[in-house]
């Protein structure tokens, strides 16, 4: 494995490992700040921090014209219509069925891998993407339970296909552009965005109690850790490595899911989940190891 693959690895590991404990704090809050509500306010938290990064660290700033439509997308598709699609499906469904049905998007990257940016289906991306799907299974099992469980479903399936999509785009960025200010331009493109839904819905914002400790600790969790810092650590990773390979790093998150409900709700762990755990990280090696 060469550097670029290692650092890559490392990067869409940890982003994918923050996103595990996001479900909990999403479900958490969720009921006190509605899912678009708190999408704005957790990118208004983190396009301060990126902003702030960026100045200490003297970015040099050059939007290129050509670039603009692809920006406006990534916004739209992955910050904005994945992230409350998920949120919105985490809400109306449960956490399991979240791990179960984002475990897609390694296959919806594989898709659009393969028609956006020409990138060889061969039998180690199918096989380690197979898997990876069935270890995701295992852990977390097919069961489906929550209220209002279709439309739930509905959107987190939306979730998975919107975030594999953004997530090819992000590779076609010119090169111009460093891992903040990618996520900074996204970020800044979604608040624009949901403003005029929060503007029409001001009320809702003057009923959240910002004060509770559970809301505001929630909202630094989402808007620092699982923004600033996992976006930019998942921007990163896969400017390092193929949108297939990049995809099986994102199964990270239902087995930390998994292990922090173990830990903090008293959740058993199964003998499934070993088994699941195991086949992931198989899964993940093999694309690695022998990816052409």
């Known amino acids: 494995m060469n550097n670029n693959k290692l650092l890559g690895a490392v990067f869409l590991s940890l982003a994918a490992s923050i996103w595990g404990g996001m479900f909990v704090v999403v479900k958490l809050v969720v009921s006190t700040v509605p899912p678009v509500e708190l999408v704005w306010l957790r990118y208004i938290i983190a396009i301060i921090v990126l902003l702030i990064i960026s100045r200490i660290q003297r970015d040099q700033w050059k939007v290129n014209k050509r670039d603009l439509i692809l920006i406006f997308i990534i916004g739209l598709v992955g910050n904005a219509i994945s992230i409350v699609a998920q949120e919105t499906g985490t809400w109306l469904s449960s956490a399991q069925t979240g791990a179960v049905i984002t475990s897609a998007t390694p296959t919806f990257m594989l898709f659009f891998g393969f028609i956006i940016l020409k990138e060889r289906l061969d039998s180690v991306k199918v096989t380690s993407i197979i898997m990876a799907t069935i270890g995701v299974i295992m852990i977390v099992g097919v069961n489906l339970t929550g209220t209002h469980i279709l439309l739930g479903t509905f959107s987190l399936i939306i979730a998975a296909i919107t975030w594999a999509l953004m997530s090819v785009l992000i590779k ?95 959740e058993p762990l199964s003998v499934g989940f070993l088994i699941g755990f195991i086949l992931i990280i198989a899964s993940v090696w093999v694309s690695i190891r022998f990816a052409k």
């Open 172 to 266: 076609l960025l010119s090169s111009n552009y460093n891992s903040i200010q990618v996520t900074i331009l996204s970020t800044g493109v979604a608040i624009a965005l949901l403003t005029p839904y929060i503007i029409s819905h001001h009320q809702v914002m003057a009923t959240i109690p910002f004060g509770s400790p559970r809301v505001f600790l929630s909202l630094l969790y989402l808007g620092v850790i699982s923004t600033a810092l996992a976006f930019v650590m998942w921007n990163k990773g896969l400017r390092l490595m193929n949108a297939a390979s990049s995809g099986l790093f994102f199964l990270f998150q239902p087995i930390v899911g998994t292990l922090l409900g173990y830990i903090f709700l008293k």
